[in-house]
């Protein structure tokens, strides 16, 4: 899985790669009304994991999650997603998102997507025992419109702003600039 010349278009199954189950409970209420999704769920990868501080493995990695989101008017859907990993082999075991997707802000683009999100990523401190710096957290604000040229195709351009990159403080605040496509078919 972290070898990355592995991956790409090679298929083949190796006897290391290991098995990951997925098991989620997911729910679709009406909140004040409007239509809303909960979802949580558990990831439990079995398979060797290297410790960061290089003494030992890990032979599985577990991680908990919950996602939920509400229409809170015509369009403009508002979410949550927290999730916590295993210390040992979790770069950040905690991490939270909170943010806004609007579908139609542009009345002439009734497809389009405008997003804005926050997310929050706590360092784990094994992983900065075994680069030998204090770590704390690390911040994404993100700005995206999500322009969709087909049904089956779209661009969306976008910003963000990192705050505290690498959990460290050794890197300076950023700007990033970036674009995602996807297609369907």
């Not at 090679?10 to 790669?17: C, G, K, M, P």
């Not at 999704?37 to 991680?63: K, M, P, Q, W």
């Not at 939920?68 to 927290?82: C, I, K, P, Q």
């Amino acid at each position: 899985m972290w070898d990355f010349r592995e991956q790409c278009v090679n298929f083949s199954i190796r006897s290391d790669d290991g098995v990951t189950i997925l098991t989620e409970y997911g729910w679709t209420p009406k909140i004040f009304g409007r239509p809303a999704r909960v979802y949580a769920g558990v990831i439990n990868s079995f398979f060797e994991y290297d410790d960061f501080d290089g003494a030992g493995t890990t032979d599985h990695f577990l991680c908990f999650y919950g996602h939920a989101d509400v229409e809170v008017a015509e369009g403009l859907r508002l979410f949550g997603v927290l999730t916590y990993s295993q210390d040992e082999v979790a770069k950040t075991p905690i991490q939270a998102n909170i943010g806004a997707n609007y579908k139609g802000l542009i009345p002439s683009r009734p497809d389009d997507r405008t997003i804005a999100f926050i997310t929050y990523g706590q360092l784990s401190e094994e992983y900065g025992r075994s680069i030998g710096k204090d770590t704390d957290f690390e911040m994404v604000f993100e700005l995206g419109h999500r322009i969709q040229i087909i049904p089956s195709f779209f661009i969306q351009p976008s910003v963000q702003y990192i705050l505290q990159p690498g959990g460290t403080g050794d890197i300076d605040d950023a700007v990033v600039f970036g674009a995602w496509i996807g297609f369907s078919f």
